[in-house]
């Protein structure tokens, strides 16, 4: 059974930035990938980004290319997602994931979820 745990969610201003951390427990087989997802409020849930333990492949949603950063420690089991110059539509909640297979932008291909953290960014 995989576990996610994620932290570092909060309110911030427009242009500021914020790191999400997720810790993952449990087989390693079975999260070779690790994504997160956010959620608004009224909306589906969709793809951020996105990081394969092994070879470290990365995805990005177009709307956060070159503002968000995802990373992972394997020493840790902890996937990382720096977001820079936040803005008001990237408020949501934030989901951590894993699968076993490669990256997937579909929320359904991902077995485990973490609880989710907020994050609210101010105009």
């Known amino acids: 059974q995989v576990q996610l745990v994620e932290s570092g969610g909060g309110l911030v201003q427009a242009g500021e930035s914020l790191s999400l951390s997720c810790a993952a427990t449990?087989?390693?087989?079975?999260?070779?990938?690790m994504a997160w997802f956010r959620q608004a409020s009224g909306t589906e849930r969709e793809f951020v980004a996105g990081i394969t333990w092994r070879l470290g492949f990365r995805n990005y949603a177009d709307s956060v290319k070159g503002r968000f950063t995802i990373s992972s420690d394997n020493a840790k089991n902890t996937v990382s997602l720096q977001m820079n110059n936040l803005k008001p539509e990237d408020t949501g909640v934030y989901y951590c994931?894993?699968?076993?297979?490669?990256?997937?932008?579909?929320?359904?291909?991902?077995?485990?979820w973490g609880q989710g953290t907020q994050v609210t960014v101010s105009s």
């Open positions: 449990g087989r390693a087989m079975d999260y070779a990938t």
């Open positions: 994931a894993a699968r076993v297979g490669t990256i997937s932008l579909r929320p359904y291909d991902y077995a485990y």
